[in-house]
């Protein structure tokens, strides 16, 4: 059991070796507890009440890690982030990511970004046929991303134009009822032919016209008042009262300038009423009881207010609204055409997409054989000299956004054994090392920032041990690379060797996990080689793996 350690691993090859039983597997497992792999309570020392795990890893601070560490309410200390994750006695698990509380399922979800882990039973990344595609692709290069992407456009295109199709299709129906009651509408105004303003104007007509006796008697009465009229009632009015006081001031008004101002005051008034009487006897004359203009006064705005209780509370809204209905007619009219244009442009895009895919297809085909000699090359230096990488290129006939093509890795672990999915076609160790050849050949092509190695080398040794740890080392110049051992040949390869050591009492303590210097390494890959720290042709034997996987480095 571990009580507490702190791993410091560094860039490049780091190699964590042990005696049997020391707890190097937890590394592992720790490591897998940190990227959101699954939880067992069993794995809480007895007595404690959790077990925890805290990373410090470094990314790029405009990175996708970044981005989706800021989308989750995260940050980064400079190009630092932490991560952690606890699980209690009792089962319960929690994820943390940059100082956020954060569902655990995302932290696997950066995991495809961050890290790469192959063990005996944990087999993640490549096991995915999309991350096996993707990785082919960048394997395939430049003539292969030139092709995907102009793809990759017409693709776009392509789902635009049939949603688009698609949704004016089934819409159909509706546009065609909308239509038609747009078209009876305009039908109906232009049959009406209102003029703007129109009901305003027969409002005033028709009032007038209903009140021509009452208007035509008011009229005559206020001319009478004003000017006077032989035949009526009225004995004096006001035009013969005022020419009386005019009359009577204009005599005198040189004798004093304030009465002349009045008089003057009058004079005015005199215009004014003489004005105002020759507009009664011309509205006298123009006002006639017209009992048929009326009515059709009446039945005109009969006819406009039922346009109004459809298309508008006034005329003017009602005009406003044909002319509205006559533009969306237009588009709806239009939509026919635009739906060819649109059928016309999908089956171009689909010979278009259908020539690009096949190009897609034949580029990873290539790419597939080339791929699967190169693996199949290198488990034969893995001691696995009979195994055979095949890369199945299946084409389906629906596109997708990456063309029409599944990709899958299959292994035949022997000449006569049928390919089979990686997990399928190969023990745990063999696995491992199907998986390490899969990453030399796609290192570059796929980059991680870290690779982990769980007993990689089981089942091996001699050449074929010196192999996988030259294989690792090479792989660890592009990345960093965590690999748990029991080989001093692959442990001689590494550029920092940790070593998990027992206490007296059969139980790791705090400072069961140890970098170990040059001296150190001798001593650990000795006790590796002959069972025993200070035989002299162990450690000697050491010196050798140590100046070999220096000079290969080199």
Same mark, same amino acid.
């Given at each position: 059991?571990?009580?507490?350690?702190?791993?410091?691993?560094?860039?490049?090859?780091?190699?964590?070796?042990?005696?049997?039983?020391?707890?190097?597997?937890?590394?592992?497992?720790?490591?897998?507890?940190?990227?959101?792999?699954?939880?067992?309570?069993?794995?809480?020392?007895?007595?404690?009440?959790?077990?925890?795990?805290?990373?410090?890893?470094?990314?790029?601070?405009?990175?996708?890690?970044?981005?989706?560490?800021?989308?989750?309410?995260?940050?980064?200390?400079?190009?630092?982030?932490?991560?952690?994750?606890?699980?209690?006695?009792?089962?319960?698990?929690?994820?943390?990511?940059?100082?956020?509380?954060?569902?655990?399922?995302?932290?696997?979800?950066?995991?495809?970004?961050?890290?790469?882990?192959?063990?005996?039973?944990?087999?993640?990344?490549?096991?995915?046929?999309?991350?096996?595609?993707?990785?082919?692709?960048?394997?395939?290069?430049?003539?292969?991303?030139?092709?995907?992407?102009?793809?990759?456009?017409?693709?776009?295109?392509?789902?635009?134009?049939?949603?688009?199709?698609?949704?004016?299709?089934?819409?159909?129906?509706?546009?065609?009822?909308?239509?038609?009651?747009?078209?009876?509408?305009?039908?109906?105004?232009?049959?009406?032919?209102?003029?703007?303003?129109? *009901?305003? &104007? @027969?409002? /005033?007509?028709?009032? %007038? +016209?209903?009140? !021509?006796?009452? =208007?035509?008697?008011? #009229?005559? $009465?206020?001319?009478?008042?004003?000017?006077?009229?032989?035949?009526?009632?009225?004995?004096?009015?006001?035009?013969?009262?005022?020419?009386?006081?005019?009359?009577?001031?204009?005599?005198?008004?040189?004798? *004093?300038? &304030? @009465?002349? /101002?009045?008089?003057? %005051? +009058?004079?005015? !008034?005199?215009? =004014?009423?003489?004005? #105002?009487? $020759?507009?009664?006897?011309?509205?006298?004359?123009?006002?006639?009881?017209?009992?048929?203009?009326?009515?059709?006064?009446?039945?005109?705005?009969?006819?406009?207010?039922?346009?109004?209780?459809?298309?508008?509370?006034?005329?003017?809204?009602?005009?406003?609204?044909?002319?509205?209905?006559?533009?969306? =007619?237009?588009?709806?009219?239009?939509?026919?055409?635009?739906?060819?244009?649109?059928?016309?442009?999908?089956?171009?895009?689909?010979?278009?997409?259908?020539?690009?895919?096949?190009?897609?297809?034949?580029?990873?085909?290539?790419?597939?054989?080339?791929?699967?000699?190169?693996?199949?090359?290198?488990?034969?230096?893995?001691?696995?000299?009979?195994?055979?990488?095949?890369?199945?290129?299946?084409?389906?006939?629906?596109?997708?956004?990456?063309?029409?093509?599944?990709?899958?890795?299959?292994?035949?672990?022997?000449?006569?054994?049928?390919?089979?999915?990686?997990?399928?076609?190969?023990?745990?160790?063999?696995?491992?090392?199907?998986?390490?050849?899969?990453?030399?050949?796609?290192?570059?092509?796929?980059?991680?920032?870290?690779?982990?190695?769980?007993?990689?080398?089981?089942?091996?040794?001699?050449?074929?041990?010196?192999?996988?740890?030259?294989?690792?080392?090479?792989?660890?110049?592009?990345?960093?690379?965590?690999?748990?051992?029991?080989?001093?040949?692959?442990?001689?390869?590494?550029?920092?060797?940790?070593?998990?050591?027992?206490?007296?009492?059969?139980?790791?303590?705090?400072?069961?996990?140890?970098?170990?210097?040059?001296?150190?390494?001798?001593?650990?890959?000795?006790?590796?080689?002959?069972?025993?720290?200070?035989?002299?042709?162990?450690?000697?034997?050491?010196?050798?793996?140590?100046?070999?996987?220096?000079?290969?480095?080199?």
């Amino acid at each position: 059991m571990i009580d507490d350690a702190v791993l410091e691993l560094s860039p490049g090859f780091t190699v964590v070796t042990g005696e049997t039983g020391a707890g190097k597997t937890m590394v592992v497992t720790g490591l897998g507890l940190l990227f959101g792999g699954r939880a067992d309570p069993q794995r809480v020392r007895p007595g404690a009440d959790r077990a925890a795990v805290e990373g410090r890893l470094t990314v790029a601070p405009d990175g996708r890690v970044a981005e989706r560490v800021a989308d989750a309410g995260g940050e980064l200390d400079g190009d630092v982030l932490i991560v952690a994750r606890s699980v209690s006695a009792e089962g319960r698990s929690r994820g943390t990511l940059g100082g956020r509380s954060v569902p655990v399922s995302l932290l696997a979800y950066l995991a495809d970004d961050l890290v790469a882990v192959h063990g005996q039973s944990d087999q993640q990344r490549l096991l995915r046929t999309d991350r096996q595609r993707a990785a082919l692709d960048r394997y395939a290069g430049e003539s292969l991303a030139k092709v995907l992407s102009t793809y990759s456009a017409a693709y776009r295109r392509h789902r635009e134009v049939a949603e688009e199709l698609a949704e004016l299709t089934t819409q159909a129906r509706e546009r065609a009822q909308e239509a038609d009651i747009l078209r009876f509408g305009v039908e109906e105004v232009t049959a009406a032919q209102p003029r703007q303003g129109e *009901d305003v &104007e @027969l409002l /005033a007509e028709e009032t %007038r +016209l209903a009140h !021509a006796d009452s =208007l035509r008697l008011a #009229a005559t $009465t206020a001319h009478e008042a004003l000017a006077g009229d032989p035949a009526g009632d009225i004995e004096v009015d006001v035009a013969a009262l005022l020419a009386t006081a005019r009359q009577a001031l204009t005599a005198v008004r040189e004798h *004093d300038a &304030e @009465l002349a /101002a009045v008089a003057d %005051r +009058l004079d005015e !008034a005199s215009y =004014l009423l003489s004005d #105002a009487a $020759t507009e009664l006897a011309s509205y006298f004359e123009s006002v006639d009881a017209d009992p048929a203009r009326l009515a059709a006064v009446q039945e005109r705005r009969s006819v406009l207010t039922q346009l109004s209780r459809k298309y508008g509370e006034t005329v003017d809204d009602v005009l406003a609204w044909a002319e509205n209905a006559v533009k969306r =007619l237009a588009d709806l009219d239009g939509d026919d055409e635009h739906i060819e244009e649109l059928r016309r442009e999908e089956d171009e895009l689909r010979e278009r997409m259908t020539g690009l895919a096949d190009q897609l297809t034949a580029i990873r085909t290539d790419a597939a054989e080339r791929f699967g000699a190169a693996v199949t090359e290198e488990l034969t230096a893995l001691a696995m000299p009979h195994a055979r990488v095949v890369v199945r290129v299946s084409t389906g006939a629906e596109f997708g956004p990456q063309g029409c093509d599944d990709i899958e890795l299959l292994l035949a672990a022997h000449p006569s054994a049928p390919p089979l999915a990686l997990n399928k076609g190969a023990s745990g160790g063999e696995l491992s090392r199907v998986m390490l050849a899969i990453e030399v050949v796609f290192a570059g092509a796929d980059p991680v920032p870290t690779f982990v190695f769980d007993e990689v080398d089981a089942g091996v040794g001699g050449k074929a041990a010196v192999e996988i740890g030259r294989r690792l080392a090479r792989l660890a110049r592009r990345s960093q690379v965590i690999v748990v051992t029991h080989l001093p040949q692959v442990a001689a390869f590494a550029d920092a060797h940790l070593v998990v050591e027992k206490s007296n009492d059969g139980i790791v303590t705090e400072s069961g996990v140890t970098r170990l210097d040059r001296s150190g390494r001798v001593r650990e890959l000795s006790r590796m080689l002959a069972g025993l720290e200070d035989s002299e042709l162990g450690r000697a034997h050491a010196e050798e793996l140590l100046t070999i996987a220096a000079a290969d480095r080199d």
